[in-house]
């Protein structure tokens, strides 16, 4: 079956402007995550939705950063006003929730605030 | 201190050379353990699974020790495709369930 897709796969916004990233996570997984990778470090942790629920936030930079997950499937994760320091690549992953199973990645998100 | 720690890369070594990385964590109440590999530009993607007791997979070997609370991965016979980055991960269930990657180590594999 289809894997976790997100869109878009790159984009390009001016600083201050509002941008939405979507993640579609493979059917049936109820743990989605997004995590935020900069050029040569690793991999950030933003937040975690079990369901359309996020038992943990404490990720997320600043309160300029929202997600929602509606219907058990497709997140968005929001950025108002961007700022330069915003810039990285965005990757979302899913899983079935079970201890142990693991996470399964899209290609990410490479967004560029300029 | 950072909740998982990984060696500092890179790690540049020869074809056929065995290489091992640590990675250690600080919740005593984690669960599970993976290895990811990272090739550049590119997502991560599942290495292994660590089991408690260890696991192998091929030229690759996990271990766990709960007691010092750290995992390893050791390659033997290193191919140059084994160049890449190497990511532990941990889930901290006493935290909701979320997973918590290290910062990676970079292994190069020279001819």
């Known amino acids: 079956g289809a894997g976790v897709s997100q869109s878009p796969s790159n984009k390009v916004t001016e600083k201050g402007k509002d941008v939405e990233l979507r993640c579609d996570p493979i059917?049936?997984?109820?743990?989605l995550y997004w995590y935020r990778q900069s050029l040569g470090q690793g991999l950030e942790f933003l937040i975690y939705?079990?369901?359309?629920?996020?038992?943990?936030k404490s990720g997320l930079p600043s309160d300029r950063f929202s997600a929602e997950r509606t219907g058990g499937s497709v997140s968005t994760l929001t950025i108002q006003r961007t700022q330069q320091e915003d810039s990285a690549v965005y990757l979302c992953?899913?899983?079935?929730?079970?201890?142990?199973?693991?996470?399964?990645f899209g290609n990410g998100t490479r967004l560029t605030v300029t | 201190r950072k909740e998982v720690e990984q060696d500092p890369g890179p790690f540049n070594v020869p074809e056929g050379a065995t290489v091992a990385f640590n990675c250690t964590y600080s919740?005593?109440?984690?669960?599970?353990f993976f290895w990811y590999r990272q090739d550049c530009r590119k997502e991560p993607k599942l290495l292994m699974s660590?089991?408690?007791s260890g696991n192998e997979d091929g030229r690759f070997t996990a271990q766990l020790n709960r007691a010092s609370q750290y995992i390893s991965l050791l390659i033997r016979d290193s191919k140059l495709s084994d160049s890449a980055t190497y990511l532990c991960?941990?889930?901290?269930?006493?935290?909701?369930?979320?997973?918590?990657f290290g910062q990676g180590t970079e292994l190069s594999v020279k001819p």
């Open positions: 919740n005593s109440a984690s669960q599970s």
């Open positions: 660590v089991y408690s």
């Open positions: 991960v941990v889930s901290f269930y006493n935290q909701g369930g979320k997973l918590i």
């Open positions: 939705f079990q369901g359309n629920s996020a038992p943990d």
């Open positions: 059917s049936g997984h109820t743990a």
């Open positions: 992953a899913s899983s079935d929730g079970v201890a142990n199973s693991p996470l399964h």
